[in-house]
Nanobody
């Protein structure tokens, strides 16, 4: 089993920044991708970004490129999501997830393990 714990969420004003962290533990497999998703009230969960465990491949949503950056500290099994220039529409619960290499990063069904989520609220 794999456990994922997110942290770093909170309340921030528009234009501000937050860095989310995802700590992975348990029986980690080397052929893994770690990703971030978000879900706003009344909306479907959407893909934000993903990174291969080695940090060599990064995937992100076009609409968030330039504002959100995913990175990894493989030695510590940590994955970060740096969020800059936050907007009120970024308000959501942000989830960390993990999957094997196979499957599309944007397909929720590909992701096997999920964290409990961390709330991000951006005020205008």
């Amino acid at each position: 089993q794999v456990q994922l714990v997110e942290s770093g969420g909170g309340l921030v004003q528009a234009g501000g920044s937050l860095r989310l962290s995802c700590a992975a533990s348990g029986r980690l497999f080397s052929s893994r991708d770690t990703g971030w998703f978000r879900q706003a009230p009344g909306k479907e969960r959407e893909f934000v970004a993903a990174i291969r465990w080695s940090g060599h491949s990064v995937y992100s949503t076009d609409s968030m490129k330039g504002r959100f950056t995913i990175s990894a500290d493989s030695a510590k099994s940590l994955v970060y999501l740096q969020m800059n220039s936050l907007k009120p529409e970024d308000t959501a619960t942000y989830y960390c997830a993990m999957k094997y290499f196979s499957g599309s990063v944007s397909d929720l069904q590909s992701w096997i393990y999920w964290g409990q989520g961390t709330q991000v609220t951006v005020s205008s």
